[in-house]
């Protein structure tokens, strides 16, 4: 007997269901992304990056930490792939990516802090 067949298929719809669920590296990849939104720092830092392109210089000050300190965090959000940066001469800029992943991310930020964004 396979494990499905030991399932309690009230609605029949469980069976279904199951094929959507996830493999474990996806989960974790998905666990990563959630991470980045649970923390206070980055997640005013990806409402600033939704909205406009910045420097670090800016973004420590926006959200009052020193400069290395955001860039630790800039370091993280890049490696999740939230955000991208560009060199201009001796300054890094850094936005929101414009990916799936970085428009959902987008949206969230917009509709939990009730932002009209026109970006």
């Known amino acids: 007997m396979t494990e499905t067949n ?3 298929n009230h609605n029949n719809e469980t069976a279904s269901a199951l094929k959507l669920i996830p ?17 206070p720092t980055r997640l005013k830092i990806l409402c600033l990056l939704a909205h406009s392109e ?3 210089n800016n973004i ?7 400069a290395p ?15 991208t940066n560009r060199r201009d001469g001796k300054e890094i800029y850094y936005k929101l990516a414009e990916d799936k992943k970085a428009s959902l991310v987008h949206k969230i ?7 009209n964004c026109c970006v």
Do not use: P, Y
């Not at 300190?69 to 955000?83: D, E, F, K, W």
């Not at 930020?109 to 932002?115: K, P």
């Open 6 to 8: 030991k399932l309690h």
């Open 23 to 39: 493999a474990d590296s996806e989960a974790i990849k998905a666990c990563d992304l959630f991470q980045q939104l649970g923390d």
């Open 54 to 56: 910045q420097c670090v």
């Open 60 to 66: 420590a000050l926006a959200v009052n930490m020193s």
């Open 69 to 83: 300190a955001v860039s630790h965090h800039l370091r993280v959000l890049r490696q999740t792939g939230l955000i």
């Open 109 to 115: 930020i917009d509709d939990v802090f009730g932002l």
